[in-house]
């Protein structure tokens, strides 16, 4: 029931792209995209319903093929800042919502 | 700082004991929403209140209990501890009844069981 998440991790220099996969053994309402840094709170990125509505930050972008019940999040031109562990959450039917294993991306100078 | 606030930040205790998580939500939110965070089992879902009404339930032990107040702080009871319930435990908090819309996160309450 626990989302998987790929890669597990990864490792940029700034100003690269990368893309975080979300897979779900069952259907999603919605996806839903945090960032943790070490120490501290997830913090909400962006969310995605059936239905193709979004909200999010505007430097984020992420896609939600509900079909294959998946969602990928890409990050383009890397920061620094945009180290952290990536978490995608997903709701599914009977009210529930689970987390994804995470993904750690390390953005390097 | 996201606007809510979670007591205590730290929590060392016994098992077998009981302790109570405390949550407030940003202003103007309605639903409060925790989460438990360990390294083995990552972060779950326990459960969701809105309005007072607990709105969904998660992967919440009999031991563990919740109820959000007219006010709408939250907290979150936790009995009978054992040495694997230590863990961080986040509250959040959005503004709608909508189940899982966007979470604000607290700072969390880091709980050690001895």
């Known amino acids: 029931q626990q989302p998987v998440q790929s890669p597990q991790a990864v490792i940029l220099r700034e100003g690269e792209d990368a893309v975080i996969n979300c897979s779900s053994s069952?259907?999603?309402?919605?996806v839903h995209w945090y960032r943790q840094k070490h120490g501290e709170a997830p913090v909400f990125l962006m969310i995605?319903?059936?239905?193709?509505e979004q909200k999010g930050h505007e430097k984020i972008s992420a896609s939600f093929n509900e079909k294959k019940q998946q969602s990928s999040l890409y990050l383009t031109a890397s920061q620094l800042s945009y180290s952290g562990t990536y978490f995608c959450?997903?709701?599914?039917?009977?009210?529930?919502?689970?987390f994804g294993t995470g993904t750690s991306l390390t953005v390097i100078p | 700082d996201s606007g809510v606030t979670q007591t205590p930040k730290h929590l060392i205790t016994a098992t077998g004991q009981r302790v109570t998580l405390r949550c407030s939500p940003r202003?103007?939110?309605?639903?409060v929403y925790w989460y438990q965070q360990s390294l083995d089992q990552g972060l779950q879902f326990l459960i969701q209140?809105?309005?007072?009404?607990?709105?969904a339930k998660g992967n919440i032990l009999e031991r563990f209990s919740a109820q959000q107040f007219p006010d709408l702080h939250s907290e979150l009871n936790l009995s009978s501890l054992e040495l694997g319930d230590s863990a961080l435990y986040f509250c959040?908090?959005?503004?709608?009844?909508?189940?899982?819309?966007?979470?604000?996160f607290g700072p969390g309450t880091r709980l050690t069981v001895t």
């Open positions: 959040a908090s959005s503004v709608g009844g909508q189940t899982f819309y966007e979470q604000y």
């Open positions: 069952k259907a999603l309402y919605s």
């Open positions: 995605l319903l059936k239905g193709g």
């Open positions: 959450g997903t709701e599914v039917p009977g009210n529930q919502f689970y």
């Open positions: 202003s103007g939110d309605l639903s």
């Open positions: 209140y809105y309005n007072g009404e607990e709105r």
